[in-house]
């Protein structure tokens, strides 16, 4: 992990509490909260057609409220809605918080094209299987779940068997698996994944993942019902690891060619029950789904417990719910309502392990409570707008942090900081050892206001009476953008902004993604969804064909452009990690992006995510990682097929 020359974990004397901070920000926040808690539910959405009652909003689960009672805000999880057969609580799994991109209600209800901007991943990413998986988190003695009969380094063949490369890496060929059925009966062919491939090219750049296939498959092929063969534009070895192998939230959905066929997929919504849509390969089928809830039944005709490949999952329904206030979500986890949340925040952790004795965390109860994700957290800016188009100013608000303070305040001390975009994992370790004097000649990270000072004094700010920085009588203001489980984090960053003269302030909008991706968020504390094995998948993140103008949804958020950059970080792409001269391009690259800091690294991004074992057992954890814990991420399939009936 990369620190600062003399960087801890532990701050200075003098920091201020926790409590202080908090509760010194609360009335910065207190309308993005009562705004996002107030909104009303759309109509325009809504299948249930009933009136817009949070109170009675989750009805998913048969069986008696257990104690304690609820609070009059936590919605009761009592029964199944009309029309879906009744399953019992202890033979059904329920999450909250689905990536906290739907807040108290779904407004994707009709929608189920994992390729359209706004879906959830409340389902899809279940039964919307993989060519393979890859397990980032195995380790010496655990590969992949002790059921999957395949894994090596972490990679489990899953719809395909193997994948190879041709000598320049211009071409790959991939052997599918055959006795593969989707959920309507019709055979899994190589001709799916080719339509899938060139519907994507066709449409770049409306569709997700489109602008990659577009820029990187020059032709996709079925040279028969179970071989594909992609050849490629420009060599890529990671062709395969960075769009078909699921890992985290990476990785292309397959879709039925039969069904998506003579629609337009930039609009077909891939939604319509009666007829059996979507069409899947996963064990769950889709029975129902509203503002409030998606409901997936078990198939007991899965392919994979047909062909022997798995056992049928244990659990017979699954339940999503969006994302509550972090109180509601822990009321629900503790009244064993749900299965498993979104994060919770430290503090969060802490009080379920003490109300619930069932509940448990990836370290087993003991600090940190989590696992490091690779969503490592950072302030990012809209770069196309000034002042923050300008690197020598976001090189005076990056002097104004002290990451030991947000470690110590933010998480209690349970984190690390971070001075790039790259999560803390052994994988990657090697490559960052390789630039570590560059950054250390660069000194990202080093806390200094009297440095930031000088810089806005520079550029001609002065301090106003309130002591923010000013030019021409206008404050530069910083508004943040983020979402509830970066607020323990961005509430300290507020007010080391403010301590060092930027007039900052944070909300948590329902939608937060929008004005993140749409550019409209001059600033906003997210996450980087980059790499886990080599660093060229993060570079990548910052290249300007993902850029859009202001306004207009953008792949990727940061909208920084540097044509020497674009030009290394494509080269670099089409040699392995372990070529020579992908070392020194690695190194220029990194050099590049330091001078301009497009973005300011924070803080490893714990996932401190708590599951319930009263009904449920076999969850992954330190002990036995065969995967994650998170269930919006596309690995999520394995932790289902992995549970036990408690």
Not at 89 to 95: A, C, K, L
Not at 184 to 202: C, I, K, S, Y
Not at 512 to 517: A, L, V
């Amino acid at each position: 992990m990369l620190r600062r020359p003399g960087q801890s974990a532990k701050t200075t004397g003098g920091r201020p509490s926790r409590r202080v901070v908090l509760a010194a920000l609360a009335g910065l926040t207190t309308t993005a909260l009562l705004s996002a808690c107030s909104a009303s539910l759309p109509t325009s959405s809504r299948t249930d057609r009933g009136p817009a009652n949070r109170s009675a909003a989750v009805t998913a689960v048969v069986g008696p409220t257990p104690s304690p009672a609820p609070s009059a805000t936590t919605p009761v999880v009592r029964s199944s809605p009309a029309g879906v057969k009744p399953v019992p609580r202890d033979r059904t799994f329920v999450s909250a918080g689905v990536g906290g991109e739907a807040f108290e209600q779904f407004t994707d209800v009709e929608m189920q094209n994992p390729f359209l901007p706004g879906i959830s991943r409340s389902g899809f990413q279940v039964v919307m299987e993989p060519l393979f998986f890859y397990n980032p988190y195995h380790t010496a003695s655990v590969c992949g779940p002790a059921s999957v009969a395949q894994c090596n380094r972490g990679e489990i063949p899953w719809l395909a068997v193997t994948y190879a490369y041709n000598d320049d890496y211009t071409s790959v060929v991939v052997d599918l698996r055959e006795g593969v059925l989707w959920s309507d009966g019709q055979p899994f062919t190589a001709r799916d994944v080719v339509f899938t491939v060139n519907m994507l090219r066709e449409n770049a750049p409306d569709l997700t993942w489109s602008i990659d296939m577009h820029q990187w498959v020059n032709q996709a092929t079925a040279l028969d019902d179970y071989t594909v063969q992609f050849a490629l534009n420009r060599p890529n070895p990671r062709f395969i690891f960075d769009y078909f192998m699921f890992h985290e939230d990476f990785g292309i959905p397959i879709v039925p060619e039969h069904v998506f066929r003579g629609k337009d997929p930039r609009v077909f919504p891939n939604f319509d029950l009666t007829l059996g849509w979507p069409v899947v390969t996963g064990p769950y089928r889709l029975v129902y789904s509203d503002a409030h809830q998606k409901i997936w039944d078990r198939r007991d005709d899965w392919w994979g417990a047909l062909a022997g490949f798995h056992a049928l999952p244990e659990p017979e329904r699954l339940v999503f719910l969006p994302a509550f206030p972090a109180t509601t979500m822990a009321d629900l986890i503790v009244r064993d309502q749900v299965d498993t949340t979104l994060n919770l925040s430290l503090g969060g952790i802490q009080s379920v392990l003490n109300r619930n004795p069932k509940i448990t965390t990836w370290t087993n109860s003991q600090a940190p409570y989590g696992y490091v994700d690779y969503w490592v957290t950072g302030l990012g800016f809209n770069d196309m707008t000034a002042p923050f188009d300008d690197p020598t100013i976001r090189w005076a608000i990056d002097h104004v942090v002290n990451r030991d303070e947000l470690v110590a305040v933010g998480y209690d001390g349970a984190g690390e900081s971070a001075l790039l975009p790259y999560p803390d994992f052994p994988a990657l370790q090697p490559y960052l050892f390789q630039v570590s004097d560059v950054v250390k000649a660069s000194q990202p990270g080093a806390f200094d206001q009297s440095k930031s000072a000088q810089i806005m004094r520079a550029k001609g700010y002065e301090q106003d009476r309130q002591g923010f920085w000013s030019i021409g009588g206008k404050r530069l203001s910083i508004p943040i953008v983020t979402f509830q489980v970066e607020q323990d984090i961005t509430a300290v960053l507020v007010d080391q902004l403010r301590r060092g003269g930027f007039d900052a302030t944070y909300t948590l909008p329902a939608d937060y993604e929008t004005p993140i991706y749409t550019g409209e968020a001059a600033a906003y504390v997210f996450g980087h969804n980059g790499s886990v094995r080599d660093p060229y998948l993060t570079l990548r993140l910052y290249e300007s064909r993902f850029s859009a103008p202001t306004g207009h949804r953008a792949t990727r958020s940061y909208r920084w452009r540097d044509p020497q950059f674009d030009q290394i970080v494509d080269q670099m792409g089409t040699i392995p990690a372990t070529a020579p001269g992908f070392t020194a391009l690695w190194r220029q690259a990194l050099s590049i992006w330091l001078k301009a800091l497009p973005d300011i690294p924070l803080v490893q991004f714990y996932h401190r995510i708590p599951v319930n074992t009263t009904y449920w057992t076999g969850w992954p954890d330190a002990t036995n990682p065969y995967i994650n814990t998170a269930n919006w991420h596309r690995t999520f399939e394995l932790v289902i097929l992995s549970l036990k009936q408690a």
